[in-house]
């Protein structure tokens, strides 16, 4: 079946540290990968997406490279600021229906 | 509107008693889903709309959770005989059709809480 899996949180970091929130998935076929954010407050939103192997997402400085080899979507960030405090969640769809598959989601913590 | 409203943001309910949590999702999105998302889990899928079709009702945990959509554009959620397990933010999210590389625009969710 479709599964995915990111590392537990709460990660916590200082402002301007190098960020990496892993995920890995279990899909048949070739899905589209997601990160979605959730902001303190605020509903979820799309953060960035890849929908075949080797795309990378970015946006907000945020990146991810979907890894068909390695079955991986990590999320990265060169410096992050108090503002990406967040909930962070990785998903996938499989091309064959409009579902999405979420992981459990990573909690962010960034100190200044 | 200009995004996904959900109301109420925030119920508390005793067990026992029925609720209806409601989602207006943005104009013109044909697609619409319910989602449940419990402490420390990911989103659980819930039923899910599009346009004048026959809901998905696959992911609906008992015959308690029902939802309806009027006129391919509000949506209700209804729990009947809510019990403690309920307690969660269930999320509405719309689409402008149904794809997987559509994009999804989540409501801020209500926090049922029953005691």
């Known amino acids: 079946g479709n599964s995915v899996t990111q590392m537990e949180g709460p990660v916590t970091l200082s402002e301007e540290a190098f960020l990496t929130i892993n995920c890995t998935y279990t899909a048949t076929g070739y899905p589209s990968l997601f990160w979605y954010v959730q902001y303190p407050g605020e509903g979820l939103q799309l953060l960035l997406k890849a929908t075949k192997a080797d795309d990378k997402g970015s946006n907000k400085g945020f990146e991810a490279t979907y890894r068909k080899e390695t079955t991986s979507f990590h999320l990265e960030k060169g410096s992050v600021q108090v503002s990406d405090s967040a909930v962070y969640f990785c998903?996938?769809?499989?091309?064959?229906?409009?579902?999405?598959?979420w992981g459990a989601g990573t909690k962010l913590i960034i100190k200044p | 509107g200009a995004g996904v409203s959900q109301s109420p943001s925030n119920k508390v309910t005793e067990k026992g008693k029925d609720v209806e949590l409601r989602c207006d999702p943005i104009?013109?999105?044909?697609?619409l889903y319910w989602y449940r998302q419990s402490l420390g889990q990911g989103l659980e899928f819930l039923i899910y709309f599009q346009g004048n079709s026959a809901p998905d009702k696959s992911g609906l945990p008992s015959d308690r959770f029902s939802a309806e959509r009027t006129g391919g554009s509000v949506s209700t959620l209804t729990i009947q005989r809510t019990q403690q397990e309920d307690s969660a933010v269930y999320l509405c999210?719309?689409?402008?059709?149904?794809?997987?590389?559509?994009?999804?625009?989540f409501g801020s969710g209500t926090q049922l809480s029953v005691l």
């Open positions: 999210a719309s689409s402008l059709s149904r794809g997987s590389n559509e994009k999804l625009f």
């Open positions: 104009s013109g999105h044909t697609a």
């Open positions: 998903a996938l769809s499989p091309k064959s229906n409009y579902q999405l598959i």
